[in-house]
């Protein structure tokens, strides 16, 4: 059974930064595809950033130059370093990882507060 864990989350004050860690278990295969997206109360989920198997990576705008994604060297974790944070970046925080042949799954989310 495949399972996400996520961890890193909390509260900040504005300008600080933050780092989410997501470890994939439960598979043998191949994890093609990682990616961070956040919810804010009464938003939408919406995509921070991604990272490919192949080593390509996405950004919102909204986060370019704050945040990195990476991946570790086994490959089943990756890692969001949030720096220069703000109150908007407050959301709950959700990994998602695509899995070949098996689909995509998602973490349970964490909570990620920038107070100002």
């Known amino acids: 059974q495949v399972q996400l864990v996520e961890s890193g989350g909390g509260l900040v004050q504005a300008g600080g930064s933050l780092r989410l860690s997501c470890a994939v278990s439960?598979?043998?295969?191949?994890?093609?595809?990682m990616g961070w997206y956040r919810q804010a109360p009464g938003k939408q989920r919406e995509l921070v950033a991604t990272t490919t198997s192949g080593g390509s990576t996405n950004y919102a705008d909204s986060v370019k130059g704050r945040f990195t994604i990476s991946r570790g060297n086994a490959k089943n974790t990756a890692s969001l370093q949030m720096n220069s944070l703000k109150p908007e970046d407050t959301a709950v925080y959700y990994c998602?990882?695509?899995?070949?042949?098996?689909?995509?799954?998602w973490g349970q989310g964490t909570q990620v507060t920038v107070s100002s």
């Open positions: 998602k990882v695509t899995i070949t042949p098996l689909g995509d799954y």
């Open positions: 439960g598979t043998i295969f191949r994890i093609n595809f």
